[in-house]
């Protein structure tokens, strides 16, 4: 029989991560309490699969809000789902703690099981273990097979364009360097609790030629695009959407950099054909969202519009700052 | 465009972990380099999904051998669909590193792929960010619906039985401590290198009522067998089956006690009707492997047989022990 410490372990874990019965949608044929949980397909669906990591003072700041960390954890793997165009169904977290702080714990679960219920995600699994504070979330969502948005079918006289607003992780990012924790702030809300493009990213679907998120920044990211479709693009800087209160916070040279090379801000970046804008626009305008045209992709390789970016956009090892997307 | 350092990290993951393209029965329709993978899942079948963590100095020394944490990181999450009977399909992994060492890379990437390349399991995604080593490894199965192998279907009368032999990963702890290097030794291999019974698995399903996998110690999982399916047991142990070389290294005593409280065995522990005993058996000798009846389910709840376990058995937070399985 497990002792009396294990039983105080067991519950605390039972008590934040047991998620509740999934309802007779949710795909869960053996919840979690087994070796493995059991999931049922939907047939003639394909499984779109990712993982990200969140590591605390890499990721986050050690001292983010518990809430924004769950929050902030799932929603960067949600990111990649939305960037497919992919239905959001289940998640698994591994999750690493210095301590049992049940607290911390508190929030964090709070935080993790508000975005997946507004977000339709079932967390179907979890292992919870001693160590330096990190999350890994592991993501699967279903599309139809042929309609997935990958980095790869852009073609030369697409538009660019992206969701949302640019700059926003950046630029919450330096507020709480500066102290500012009031996450009512439209930056530090940005940053800390980004909100994954999910119904964007479906509605996309048929529309967009080729999609990916910003998370490692938007000349990374874009970087990412022309290589996986073999073109390149000019883009028109002074067209980025600045997110709400960026040049306030950061001035105007300061904001347009952050947009350009800022990470954290999981918006989709997008190409499209021309004449499928309008359409585009209209599909994102029911959902809250404006579509901006920022440039066009070229048969020429090679990014022109926009200044050499050095040493712009993030990376592990030898990143220069300390948040960052997957690789 | 990434910058020069962002290419570096790039190709080094890139290197080590983008996995070689997978062959038609893969279920791959499109593989990593973009923002999700996507998986086709077989028609008709669950998807059995787990995901555990391995933390340096935790579950494993922080001096282990660089091939046998790769070994080992996807043992353990393997040894979730073996306890499930799930034909392993796909995995995932989130690697975090403390930095970039490429020979441990080299050596960790060796032991991963070979290890999955032996189980039939595609390396589909991944992630590596900077941060307190730990891998976090999401496996996913398939099996047929009514085919898993759960904790909850042991039923008074049936017999406990378990593949292979106990002890060996609490031994090999104990040898690794005492300076012990040499990987051929039983008991070290047992340790870091340990065989998840993937084929033991599949084999039992359909016969085996109830399993699962040693990881916490043979009382404490018995103790989630038990509870699961709502009885109680009486173990001989006696004829607990006991590692090569563990009473040479532990005495009688301790050999003992490591069978029975030790963690990190992965062997199946199942439970089965008596009529059933000698088919699974067949089935099992035909994969190399014993299968030692140890005790038998009873209506009364409880475990008889054993004195006070106390505090044995590993767990998180409050464990006595630097190693252990997952919750």
């Not at 890994?136 to 990958?150: K, N, Q, S």
């Not at 028109?236 to 801000?265: I, M, S």
């Not at 030898?318 to 997957?326: A, Y």
């Amino acid at each position: 029989m497990p002792s009396q410490s294990q039983h105080s372990e067991f519950e605390l874990i039972a008590r934040f991560f047991t998620p509740s019965p999934p309802g007779p949608d949710a795909g869960v044929a053996l919840g979690v309490g087994d070796d493995c949980t059991l999931l049922v397909p939907s047939a003639g669906r394909q499984l779109a699969v990712s993982v990200d990591t969140s590591v605390a003072g890499v990721h986050y700041p050690d001292d983010a809000p518990a809430e924004a960390v769950g929050h902030r954890a799932l929603a960067v793997s949600l990111s990649d789902l939305a960037a497919m165009g992919a239905r959001p169904r289940w998640c698994l977290m591994a999750l690493v703690l210095a301590e049992a702080d049940e607290g911390w714990l508190e929030g964090f679960s709070r935080g993790f099981r508000a975005l997946a219920e507004a977000s339709g995600v079932a967390l179907v699994g979890g292992d919870v273990t001693r160590g330096t504070t990190s999350i890994g979330v592991t993501v699967m969502g279903e599309l139809l097979p042929g309609g997935a948005l990958t980095r790869s079918g852009g073609r030369q006289g697409d538009l660019i364009a992206v969701t949302g607003a640019l700059g926003g992780g950046a630029g919450g990012l330096a507020l709480w360097q500066r102290g500012e924790r009031d996450l009512r702030h439209p930056l530090l809300s940005r940053y800390l609790l980004p909100q994954p493009r999910l119904a964007a990213g479906e509605a996309l679907v048929g529309l967009a030629s080729a999609a990916i998120d910003v998370s490692d920044g938007l000349v990374a990211d874009l970087g990412h695009l022309l290589e996986g479709s073999g073109v390149g693009a000019t883009l028109e800087p002074e067209a980025l959407p600045l997110a709400e209160g960026l040049v306030e916070a950061l001035g105007e040279e300061g904001a347009r950099q952050a947009a350009l090379t800022g990470g954290d801000d999981y918006e989709l970046l997008l190409t499209l054909s021309p004449a499928g804008l309008d359409e585009a626009r209209t599909r994102l305008v029911a959902l809250g969202l404006p579509l901006t045209v920022i440039g066009r992709l070229e048969a020429e390789p090679g990014l022109r519009g926009v200044e050499d970016q050095g040493e712009g956009g993030w990376q592990h090892f030898h990143g220069r700052s300390s948040r960052g997307g997957s690789p």
